[in-house]
């Protein structure tokens, strides 16, 4: 990545041009083109060896071109682009009309905090640029869409006044580069017109993630390189060709653009995490909720976290001193685990396991909760949580609490909190999320559950969290009447003894 921290996303390759003569016209003046430029404007559009001084209100109508036009596509590539599947940077040259003042230097300073909603503030593109004709003066370049047939406003001109400078617009030629064009603007180019424009992405360390759609497949690799081209520091562009496997949480994927290299460092909530991005997975628009479940927890509490990933909860959870148990049942995952905790410190703090959910349940968990619940006193209280993001099956393991441990609860024991996360597609997702939860635990969340919206995963798909508090009566199982009194054991006799050897 250190490779590319030096990559500039708007680099300044354009070159422009002034059209100079002493030959020009303004509102206040009958001075005429030479006939013989007029002749040959009618065959080049243009006005050779000119620029056109606007005065006032006022302006000279030139030739009219498509890029003499002030409009909404003032900025868009050329259209020969349309339909372009191998990227040809030198095809999407083009030359604009944009509107120039002439200051003199010492002024242009403040002149430009003064004009500031009026100047070109496009990114990639100088707003002052030398004069040819005058090395005392700069020109500075207005927002075409600002000034409107080149004619300056009343608060503008105002302005000037100030200034002593002439409310004159100048016709400057600016030539456009590849360069100088946003991504969007040039897939928007390139792309069959009408259809969707892809130039969002996911960003997992130098990696960028796509999922395009079919028809924006003929012109994958052009968008991977454009991706590269206008993002510093991307350096892999991937489309994904399948859907997540719901065991290991993975997908295949293509390598558009950039090197093969998917193995990535990523920055979340100022912890670094390092992972194979081709084999585990990880999802960076889900930051907030990782910052937001460990911002319940307490230091002390215990977190166990059922489909852990690589650690985006475990970890900080861990640095929050937490007791954590942390399991995933993709090997990759697991040892990406671990090298996560080595990486963070905290290594001695996690116990890590890679082992189905439903096991980890069954065991680690069971096995803990069994042990500390009972210990709990009034004075000392921990808080158990219990992660479960595995949104497309998670809510299926919640019957696994159902008489998970045996006995009467101990009075002063906080219960454990759930959080369990799940896709819904229902016009009421909430309800949705806990009418489905209820129904795995076997009693009613009314008033014992909260549900929160974690994100949009697609057009009527929304990714939801459920947490609650597993209720008494469902976490354990209270002995029998039978079991509670168990019948007095006799002494066994002999004649016992010798009809239990007959019997065998």
Request: aromatic share 8%; charged share 25%.
């Amino acid at each position: 990545m250190n490779n590319f921290s030096s990559r500039t996303l708007w680099r300044f390759g354009y070159s422009a041009r002034l059209l100079n003569t002493n030959h020009f016209r303004t509102a206040a003046s009958s001075t005429s083109f030479p006939a013989v430029w007029m002749l040959l404007a009618q065959y080049s559009g243009r006005i050779p060896g000119s620029f056109v001084v606007v005065q006032r209100n006022s302006f000279f109508t030139m030739p009219e071109t498509v890029e003499d036009k002030a409009d909404l596509e003032l900025y868009s590539p050329p259209p020969k682009v349309r339909g372009m599947t191998q990227l040809n940077r030198e095809a999407f040259k083009r030359t604009v009309v944009v509107p120039v003042l002439k200051v003199k230097k010492e002024i242009i300073g403040t002149l430009l905090k003064s004009l500031k909603h009026t100047v070109l503030q496009r990114p990639g593109l100088k707003r002052v640029i030398e004069d040819p004709e005058d090395e005392n003066s700069r020109l500075l370049i207005l927002d075409p869409h600002k000034i409107p047939e080149f004619s300056l406003g009343e608060s503008e001109q105002e302005v000037l006044k100030q200034f002593n400078i002439p409310p004159a617009v100048c016709k400057y030629d600016l030539e456009l580069t590849y360069d100088n064009f946003k991504s969007e603007e040039i897939l928007r180019a390139v792309l069959p017109e009408g259809q969707d424009v892809t130039s969002g992405f996911s960003r997992v360390g130098h990696i960028a993630h796509l999922n395009l759609r079919d028809h924006q497949l003929p012109y994958r690799h052009l968008i991977g390189q454009v991706i590269i081209d206008k993002n510093p520091g991307v350096t892999c562009v991937v489309n994904k060709t399948s859907i997540i496997d719901s065991t290991y949480r993975n997908f295949q994927m293509e390598v558009l653009a950039g090197e093969s290299n998917l193995v990535t460092k990523v920055k979340e909530n100022n912890i670094a995490y390092e992972l194979d991005f081709s084999k585990v997975y990880w999802n960076p628009r889900l930051s907030t909720e990782h910052g937001r479940i460990v911002e319940l927890l307490k230091p002390g509490d215990v977190l166990f976290d059922v489909f852990a990933g690589v650690g985006p909860f475990a970890i900080p959870a861990a640095k929050k001193k937490c007791s954590v148990f942390a399991n995933d049942l993709n090997p990759e995952s697991y040892n990406w685990l671990l090298h996560n905790c080595k990486l963070n410190k905290v290594y001695n703090k996690i116990k890590a396991f890679n082992m189905d959910g439903r096991d980890f349940l069954l065991g680690p968990v069971r096995e803990e909760l069994s042990k500390e619940l009972p210990l709990q006193t009034e004075e000392q209280k921990t808080s158990f949580h219990i992660v479960m993001n595995l949104p497309a099956l998670a809510l299926e393991f919640l019957d696994v609490f159902r008489h998970l441990l045996v006995g009467e609860p101990c009075s002063t024991a906080v219960l454990p909190t759930v959080h369990c996360y799940g896709f819904s597609k229902h016009g009421d997702p909430a309800k949705d999320i806990q009418e489905r939860a209820e129904a795995l635990l076997g009693t009613s969340l009314d008033g014992r559950c909260s549900t929160y919206l974690v994100r949009n995963v697609a057009p009527n798909k929304e990714m939801m969290c459920i947490s609650f508090q597993i209720p008494a009566d469902v976490l354990y199982k209270r002995p029998c009447p039978a079991e509670e009194k168990p019948a007095s054991k006799r002494l066994r006799t002999s004649k016992d003894f010798s009809e239990e050897t007959l019997l065998s």
